[in-house]
């Protein structure tokens, strides 16, 4: 995790430097979450896919209150909660990017980013990823989902932020103590957040450059839950039926994806 920390707006800077959270905003996570916390993070890539495919593999989506005009409800709420989650990390990486994949698969921070969606929620990314497994759980709508599931990513997620403040803290100290005080860890501070927006320039190049890979997989997960559950629920018809609605979107998307990887192979989306 890295990038370049720099001073916000001057609206946004007034409205950090007052405490969201106090003292309970630098209180440590448990220290046991810290062995877990760097187990998941390095591992997270084979981790969290298996563990998702093998909570998929061993439930049947059910409808949603027995009904197929409810259960369509909730997938529409699963897709708008996974899709909320895609578009925080784009909000996030547009303004501000920094690198969650550590140094050889550890902990690691060059510098303290406090800019951009980081002046008002500690791991903005995180809690993206999190609305986008919570979302294709609500799509699944099974039992072991939500009891093993949602727990599950919960801890890892958790653990996760327990390993990152732990380094963090002793690698910056006071500033980034300082920093605890004024911004809370997962929930957003909304104070300051139009300054913020309004004195950052987008950066969609490095959007597209660093999540077309992650955004392509994400929507691919979506609708190849819709087909699972369309096959579960209604067979051989119900899956052709709702096949037909949903590949010219994969169809599209997959063209977006070719286009995204030759422009970045070229160069076209600057570097880094």
């Given at each position: ?222 609708l190849g839950m819709l087909l699972w559950e369309a096959w579960r629920q209604g067979g051989e018809t119900a899956l052709r039926g709702r096949a037909a609605v949903l590949a010219p979107v994969w169809g599209v998307l997959v063209v977006l994806y070719l286009i995204a990887r030759v422009l970045k192979k070229r160069g076209a989306l600057g570097k880094g």
């Amino acid at each position: 995790m890295s990038g370049a920390a720099s001073a916000t707006g001057a609206g946004d800077a007034e409205a950090a430097s007052r405490p969201a959270g106090g003292e309970r905003a630098m209180r440590p996570l448990p220290a046991w979450l810290l062995p877990p916390g760097h187990f998941f993070f390095k591992h997270r890539n084979w981790v969290f896919p298996l563990v998702f495919l093998a909570l998929v593999g061993l439930t049947f989506p059910r409808p949603f209150l027995g009904s197929m005009r409810a259960d369509l409800l909730l997938d529409a709420v699963g897709v708008a909660v996974a899709l909320s989650g895609q578009l925080l990390r784009a909000a996030v990486i547009g303004l501000a990017y920094i690198r969650r994949g550590g140094l050889d698969k550890k902990v690691y921070a060059d510098h303290l980013v406090v800019e951009g969606f980081f002046a008002h929620s500690r791991n903005p990314l995180y809690v993206g990823n999190y609305l986008a497994m919570v979302g294709l759980f609500l799509i699944h709508n099974s039992p072991l989902g939500y009891l093993v599931g949602i727990p599950f990513y919960t801890f890892a997620y958790l653990a996760i932020v327990a390993a990152e403040e732990d380094f963090l803290r002793r690698k910056f100290g006071g500033e980034y103590d300082a920093y605890c005080r004024r911004v809370p860890r997962f929930r957003l501070r909304l104070a300051g957040l139009g300054a913020t927006l309004s004195s950052m320039e987008f950066d969609w190049r490095r959007l597209v450059r660093k999540e077309y890979g992650s955004t392509f997989s994400g929507a691919t997960a979506i609708l190849g839950m819709l087909l699972w559950e369309a096959w579960r629920q209604g067979g051989e018809t119900a899956l052709r039926g709702r096949a037909a609605v949903l590949a010219p979107v994969w169809g599209v998307l997959v063209v977006l994806y070719l286009i995204a990887r030759v422009l970045k192979k070229r160069g076209a989306l600057g570097k880094g």
